[in-house]
């Protein structure tokens, strides 16, 4: 009896620490899709998020990469059903159900995703998962979720961490494989802990759609790109294939200038932040359409390395970014930090050493291909000095070949 009782324990302790576990492997680079939030907030339903997977196939982004449609905060009615505690879907806005929407979704090739929250309510205050961690998992696993983004609103005294492991936990036993994103904003620092809970976590909060500035919402703010950017240089260790920093959904095509559009879409990909479109892609212009689908910018991001880039020199104006790549190539990204047109004049001859890589650029050694990745056209090698005009807040990047002798 006693034996019995030891075995059913040793038992239950092994399934215990089984499924303490992520789904391991699928974000292997840098997520990539849409998400509602950050142009339609609450203004969502079923017919927009049908017409944005349909335009995903037609207009390109999927087959540039872009995988993943996920709605955000609003989506269900303000209370779970009384008898079940199930989450519900606001009848209104998708009067198919998630499960039909979802299915519609598969069926053009892409993935679907859902919000929810660690809380007791979602930040617009809809029912939040605590304390129903497993009954919402299987709910979605059951409509077909491939993706949950899970904020932090109205978690009162949780402890994010073991928040955050508990849903982890709780995809991992409903059995569907689904990507798993941290939305705390880096409160808890969750780059320290987020390796072995999701696939990646947001390192602030929300996104303005500026360069430089900070809106405040009372409690809160939000950040523009290079607050943002600024915030977190120094989590770079954290960052990699199945987890990443996630610098926030995109603005581009969100009322920004063409120029710093530009530069937000090139600075993610040197981050190598999951990629989510936040515009409106039914309204977009055609310079938008042919920034995000850039597919030389993008394999940038999703380059299989999986290195954040860095700020190597802040050098008259400019900012020289780089950025190691798989087969011993570098992106460098200049971007022109100030208010007016200037002219780069870069030597390429100069040491550059990534510390937490140890990979080092040695342009004098060796000669680099140059590749324009905005303007796709190459650019001659690094024998010569680089000298461009560039817009005020514009940028210009480069892939860097070794050319072999
Ligand atoms: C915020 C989150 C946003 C959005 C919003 C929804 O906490 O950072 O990206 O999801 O909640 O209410």
């Not at 705390?184 to 987020?194: I, L, R, V």
């Not at 208010?339 to 004049?345: D, G, I, P």
């Amino acid at each position: 009896m006693r034996l019995t009782h030891i075995a059913l324990v040793a038992a239950l302790t092994v399934s215990a620490s089984v499924n303490a576990q992520k789904f391991e492997g699928l974000a292997l680079t840098p997520t990539m899709g849409w998400n509602s939030w950050n142009t339609f907030a609450c203004d969502i339903d079923e017919n927009l998020v049908r017409e944005t997977a349909d335009l995903f196939v037609k207009l390109g982004l999927k087959d540039a990469g872009y995988e993943y449609v996920v709605i955000d905060d609003c989506w269900m009615e303000m209370e779970r059903d009384p008898q079940t505690m199930k989450l519900v879907a606001d009848h209104k806005k998708f009067p198919s159900g998630i499960k039909a929407l979802a299915d519609y979704i598969h069926k053009k090739g892409l993935k679907f995703g859902i919000y929810n929250c660690a809380g007791t309510k979602t930040c617009a205050g809809y029912p939040g998962t605590r304390g129903y961690e497993f009954l919402d998992a299987r709910q979605y696993a059951e409509w077909g979720v491939d993706f949950l983004k899970y904020d932090w609103c109205d978690h009162s005294t949780q402890d994010a961490r073991a928040s955050y492991s508990i849903m982890r936990d709780a995809i991992y036993a409903a059995g569907r494989p689904m990507v798993f994103n941290i939305c705390e904003w880096g409160d808890a620092q969750s780059w320290e802990w987020g390796g072995n809970v999701g696939h990646s976590w947001r390192v602030s909060g929300d996104i303005a759609r500026c360069w430089d500035c900070q809106e405040n919402y009372g409690g809160w703010a939000k950040l523009g790109l290079w607050p943002i950017i600024r915030l977190r240089g120094d989590i770079r260790k954290y960052h990699g294939p199945d987890h990443w920093n996630d610098f926030d959904m995109l603005e581009v095509g969100n009322g920004m200038s063409p120029a710093e559009d530009r530069t937000h879409f090139v600075m993610w990909s040197m981050l190598a932040s999951p990629l989510i479109l936040g515009n409106d892609i039914r309204k977009m212009s055609k310079e938008t359409l042919e920034l995000i689908t850039n597919k030389e910018v993008i394999a940038v991001d999703q380059d299989k390395l999986g290195v954040m880039g860095f700020c190597f020199l802040n050098d008259k104006g400019f900012e020289v970014w780089v950025k190691p790549l798989d087969n011993n190539e570098w992106a460098v990204a200049f971007v022109n930090m100030t208010e007016q047109k200037r002219t780069l004049n870069y030597d390429w001859n100069r040491y550059v050493k990534d510390s937490l890589t140890n990979r080092e650029l040695k342009c004098g050694e060796t000669t680099y291909k140059l590749r324009d990745l905005l303007a796709k056209k190459d650019a001659g090698d690094t024998s010569k000095a680089l000298v461009r005009e560039v817009e005020s807040h514009d940028v210009v990047v480069f892939r860097l070949s070794p050319v072999k002798k």
